[in-house]
């Protein structure tokens, strides 16, 4: 007899076991690479117990638990603020926080002080995703942006209380991913119970794939609520002189920039006659392990270039290579314009709200589509600009119009500053949800 309640279990089993046999089929094959790659490049730990999802120690308290989960450095960072005013309101609330990338996990080590444990996101394989629940019991898991891990997705909601996806976004490219596999992907998102969004083009684009619109609220941006320390004039004029920089100096960095950028922007920064001259550039990749890189590019044009990490008072240089991780907000406030990266070559631009925070001209690329909203936000506002060609990155150099550009600046901190309560709505969200009124 036709049983379509066990045809359809079965599917979803079959879809399953097909997702995790190809995962480890590519694991398998991969590993060998990325050994090498985090060892000699990024000259980081495996990590391979917790990837495996042992080595937590398990979970006693039966205080309330939260597990929050974001993919890298940018994600902690916009973190810091939410986790900050939970524990602020529920001391007694425990927050384990995981991250996908080495660097995540050094800045939630860092700075979310009131998250513990801080561990590495173990494989997407229902093994090391039920040890890993098996130890922590959460009551809940909250996943930020677009960290969407089937099996993860799948285990949480059979051991939690409710699965949320905060400050989600959804690219224009993922979407036409999503629309694609729509069947699987409206099955995979909806193990989630409750989605906060950014903007109500995320908000159309999950309802598009299939999703309860009442399951689906804009919130805002949780990056937009930025706090970070200031530099004042004594800490800006002891910053230079440590990178051998006088205190008038005009300095122009360029941020989480891709492969690809810094040739054009080095050669424009040389094109503008600023070499050797009263305006210097700090280039922070967006992976310091390709620092290397930049010096090439840099010593083909005759720019002299010296690291963050090997900067001594003295040293003369025209472009200085940002390679550590964690102070990129502490050169937005010490620049005089910021560019920030990822939107010359076609990767979908970064965030731009660390030097808005800071009251810094900003400029960036033709390619923001992963930060689009904020993009035409700030430049209706007339606080910010894009560079689609190497004469305005020349311009940017020259730094023409001082007025102008303290003007922009100025804009970008009020714009800022007008965009907020989406901690207040996230925290709300995650209160509902501890108390199991979410199914």
Not at 260 to 284: H, N, W
Request: overall charge positive.
């Amino acid at each position: 007899m036709f049983d379509p309640g066990a045809e359809f279990l079965y599917s979803q089993r079959a879809v399953y076991f097909l997702y995790s046999s190809f995962l480890l089929l590519a694991l398998i094959l991969y590993a060998p690479f990325y050994w090498i790659k985090v060892r000699f490049v990024k000259k980081d730990k495996l990590r391979l117990r917790q990837r495996l999802g042992r080595g937590l120690t398990p979970r006693t308290s039966s205080r309330p638990a939260v597990w929050i989960h974001a993919v890298s450095v940018g994600e902690v960072l916009s973190l810091q603020h939410l986790i900050r005013e939970i524990k602020k309101k529920h001391p007694g609330w425990e927050i384990a926080f995981s991250s996908l990338t080495g660097t995540g996990l050094h800045q939630a080590r860092e700075k979310l002080k009131e998250a513990d444990p801080v561990f590495f996101v173990p494989i997407d394989l229902p093994g090391p995703v039920r040890r890993v629940l098996d130890r922590l019991k959460p009551d809940i898991l909250v996943l930020a942006e677009s960290e969407l891990w089937p099996n993860l997705l799948r285990e949480a909601r059979r051991r939690t209380k409710g699965i949320l996806l905060i400050n989600g976004r959804i690219s224009e490219r993922t979407y036409k991913r999503y629309l694609r596999f729509k069947p699987l992907s409206r099955r995979v998102l909806g193990s989630v119970d409750r989605f906060l969004v950014q903007t109500d083009q995320d908000r159309d684009r999950i309802v598009g794939i299939g999703i309860d619109p009442a399951l689906v609220e804009v919130a805002g941006n949780l990056k937009t609520e930025v706090h970070l320390p200031p530099l004042d004039g004594r800490d800006r004029v002891s910053l230079k002189k440590s990178l051998s920089l006088s205190p008038a100096r005009k300095v122009v960095l360029a941020g989480s920039t891709r492969k690809g950028e810094e040739d054009r922007l080095l050669k424009a920064f040389a094109g503008a006659g600023r070499a050797g001259g009263e305006t210097a550039l700090i280039v922070a990749p967006r992976h310091p392990e390709r620092a290397g890189e930049v010096e090439r590019i840099a010593a083909a044009l005759s720019l002299a270039c010296v690291r963050r990490t090997l900067v001594k008072p003295g040293d003369k240089w025209d472009v200085l290579i940002l390679d550590t991780i964690g102070e990129l907000a502490r050169f937005y406030a010490l620049c005089d314009a910021a560019f920030v990266g990822g939107s010359l070559v076609d990767w979908g631009g970064h965030n731009i709200l660390e030097p808005a925070f800071y009251g810094k001209p900003i400029f960036f690329g033709p390619h923001m589509r992963n930060f689009a909203a904020l993009a035409e936000a700030f430049l209706k506002e007339g606080a910010a600009r894009v560079v689609a060609d190497d004469e305005g990155l020349i311009r940017m150099f020259q730094l023409e119009d001082e007025g102008s550009l303290r003007e922009m600046g100025r804009k970008a901190a009020a714009l800022l500053s007008s965009m907020s309560g989406a901690t207040e709505r996230t925290i709300q969200a995650i209160e509902k949800m501890m108390e199991g009124r979410s199914r």
